[in-house]
């Protein structure tokens, strides 16, 4: 047992570790052995190896390659490009014109796709050469799309909520039911931004688009049918109860598989890319979350969870307060650790508080992600402003920044609504699963 | 990406364990359709699909850690990294590849203990499966091993070209990827002349 | 003297009256209680990240000094311990209590020479029962029916039963039973009654075919830093722990049984209103028979792979106390 103080200058020794450039994994690692060696002794540290096992052999978890293979063969088969086009004959005729196609095919694509990052690489790439040369104000197409890719994990299914709900025990499905309604309602107000200030800043949104005929609009709504299918296929075998969130990842796979075949586009090579991208991304993320295993169950150990929720019950921090510290803590931290190290490191000690106030883990799950998607965009690191940038290929990473701000409002009003109507996640999981 | 005689060496290896694990991820897959249909519809189960899933991930993830490593793909912190001399981020770099192996090393020999604990006690696994631990366990230090070896080669590979002076080669080959680097990984193809910038 | 430190590792937390109604006031009180001086470090197991399959190897090694066992998942690096309770062997509590008695001294052996750990409670967490979503009369009517299984002996058992076995994880089996996927369920009454089991199934067959075995193992080394009069303290304020979970077990699981089928008395449970499925001497016959017929052969069979005197010892022991053998 050790007591806070301790504890912060451990955590203050990881953080110090990671930007000295030493490898995410390794830290959180050796932070647990050194925890575990110093206090506790030789038993622990020896116990490593079948902690490793066991967060390795995890069924849960295997939805992650799965998901990033679907991801894989859905961007080598063309299906994303397609599906652009189509938005964009919808939605473009709205005030903003081509800018709500970015988040209608951002929200679209994160239907299907487990990663923010991944999102906005693929929206980037199909998005950013279809505004050439037509007057809109780059910042705002850049911000459009690094922040509504964020949709990526808010969006079932969600790589993100995978793993909290393998590290915390919490039900994937419930998880993702919740993840929806946000997810909507954040589409919804990011299309408000874009709404807003074309009628405010006219120059800035471009010329509305003229309306192509409804013949072929119609026609192009093929466009959207494999990430619609797939969307209905993973979350209608969920729901009907056919299969669960690990076993549906894997019939999406098979179904994107079939499509990809069906259209003549599937080949051995490419299969064969779409495997070692997949097996590297799974990789590098399972390195981190194994390391996390072993740091919590030192942590636990150690009573550091307990000693905080101490802490927080005696200067008697209710739920909501807590809740308000911990989402300036996350913004904080997002803006220096990339999403998935800063979740799984913190999980281990802010979990079991969560807990303690009697907080619902689903909901928890919920704040966690957008916690992420905020740390996605805010500088200096963020993930998705350089991923939209290097697609760019031209001008400076601060015109990104600067388009994502009125964005980054929209997250931070949308986690203060969930703070205080906890039900915009719940309602939706406790209607389809009681 | 820029390469070296010795990532050369390394990546077909690892690539091959890759697709390999990739044709298994497949193939439990197509076996979890069956799985799904059979349950719903003719009221028959394969029993386990879940357990060998749960090994599968141990398995691919184990080579992963290899493949990853030789691509770069492991995450770290390049904020401080990228701001400093040449100097003190070859050192920081190989100082990290040390590290690295040596955490590899010892997984690798927890991961013995396990097997042989296994082995010792002929551990069948607790399910209407009976798998024999030593199975998947042995194929999971497999992969473990490759991750060791690879990362000790990487890490004499840094530090004997630390010591010759080779700053630039050497932060090229061990320091984290740039951005440019991670969105072609990310995309899966390369875009028009984006190595080239990079290069500038 | 300083106290003696005691790292500790309870059962799962969402056995709330187990962790918190026995295990944490048990150990928080140990010290006073035993007139031992330790200094105990309890978590629930889940709290700490141990899966209960990986109890055996982290109690030998010393990881922990104290572990609550769950006797059926450990048994995967030693068959030997699940003959404390085989499927179908003791159909009631007394005749449980009555079996755990006869094998307790072989299974201690047995822990102290393979696994550096002795015994120090062993108990049940409950009759298992059967929830069902479809009409039944009797054992006879699971033929042709979907039944959730989780080890190799309960799913021979079930298929001699005519029924065909489908191994899904505990959180999964709820929507699988709303859905059907899978027409019954097997677990024990409170556990069905706090999972709300009784939402989704219809029929209550309160036939058990196991006590789900639980128990407390203290690792050799750190037992013995302790003086024999010690070691006879601390044995004698768990064999009181111990009393209260076979108490537990009874109480709370008639009273669940209750509520399940909105019977009174039903003080700690939810109140449904399944149909109770009345235990008829034709069924505990058909257990018996499958018993004979696939569950002991097949232990038999992974138990005298590791050790040819297992079946012997068993017949001498739980055999004699239950009226079988293995031949
Ligand atoms: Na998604
Ligand atoms: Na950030």
Known sequence: MIGLWEAALGFAFMLGMMFLGFHVAVVMFAVGLLGAALTIGSPIVLAAGTQLWSASDNFVLLAVPLFVLLGEILVRGGSTDRMYRALAHWLSPLPGGLLHTNIGASALFAAVSGSSVATAATIGTVALPAFRNRGYDPRLVLGSVAAGATLGILIPPSINMIIYGAMTNTSVGRLYSAGIVPGLLLTALFMLVIVTVSWWRPSMAGAREPMAPLRVRLRALWGLVPPLGIFAVVMGTIYAGWATPTESAAVAVVVALLMTAAERRLSISMLHDCFVATVQVTAMITLIVVAAFYLSFVIGILGIPQALARFVAEIGAGPIETMLVLFVFYLILGCFLETLSMMIGTIPVVFPLVLTLGIDPVWFGIFLVVMCELALITPPVGMNLYVVQGVRREGSVVQVIQGTMPFLAMMVLLTVVLIYWQDVALWLPRITFG | MDSSPLHTLLNPVCRFAAILCGWGLLGLSVLTCVEIVGRKFFGFSLNGIDEIGGYALAISTAFGFALALVRRAHTRVDLLLVSLPARAQAVLNALAALVLAAFALFMAERGYAVLSESVEFRSVSNSPLQVPMWLPQGLWLAGLVLFAAVAAALAVDAVRRLLRGEMRSMNALYGPPTVLEEIKEELGTELPDLSRRAAQ | ?327
């Open chain 3, 1 to 327: 003297a300083d106290p003696t430190a005691m790292r500790a590792v309870g059962n799962f937390s969402s056995n709330r009256k187990h962790v918190e109604g026995i295990e944490r006031p048990f150990f928080d009180a140990l010290s006073d209680k035993s007139g031992v001086k330790l200094q105990v470090n309890y978590n629930p197991m889940d709290v700490v990240g141990v899966k209960a399959d990986e109890a055996l190897r982290l109690i030998r090694s010393g990881a922990f000094d104290v572990m609550s066992v769950q006797i059926g998942q450990a048994s995967r690096d030693d068959p030997f311990f699940e003959g404390l309770d085989l499927i179908g062997v003791s159909t009631d509590m007394a005749q449980l209590r009555k079996a755990v008695d006869a094998y307790r001294e072989a299974f201690d052996q047995r822990l102290q020479k393979k696994f550096n750990a002795k015994v120090l409670t062993l108990w049940p967490f409950g009759p298992q029962v059967f929830y069902c979503n479809t009409p039944i009369k009797s054992l006879d009517d699971l033929k042709g029916l979907k039944v959730r299984s989780f080890t190799p002996s309960m799913a021979a058992l079930i298929q001699h039963l005519g029924a065909t076995p489908v191994t899904l994880q505990f959180s999964e089996v709820y929507p699988a039973l709303q859905r059907g996927v899978a027409n019954c369920g097997v677990t024990s009454p409170t556990s069905g009654n706090s999972g709300n089991w009784p939402e989704v199934t219809s029929h209550f067959l309160p036939l058990s075919v196991s006590g789900s075995v639980q128990g407390h193992f203290v690792n050799l080394d750190f037992w013995k830093k302790f003086s024999p009069e010690s070691q006879a303290k601390i044995l004698a304020a768990f064999k009181g722990m111990e009393d209260q979970m076979w108490a537990l077990a009874e109480t709370a699981n008639a009273d669940a049984a209750n509520c399940n089928v909105g019977m009174a008395p039903c003080t700690e449970g939810t109140k449904f209103s399944m149909t109770a499925v009345e235990v008829t001497p034709a069924d505990a016959a058909k257990v018996k028979a499958a018993v004979t017929a696939v569950v002991l052969p097949i232990w038999k069979e992974s138990c005298n792979r590791i050790d040819s005197a297992c079946a012997q010892t068993w017949n001498e022991t739980v055999g004699k106390a239950a009226g079988y053998k293995i031949d």
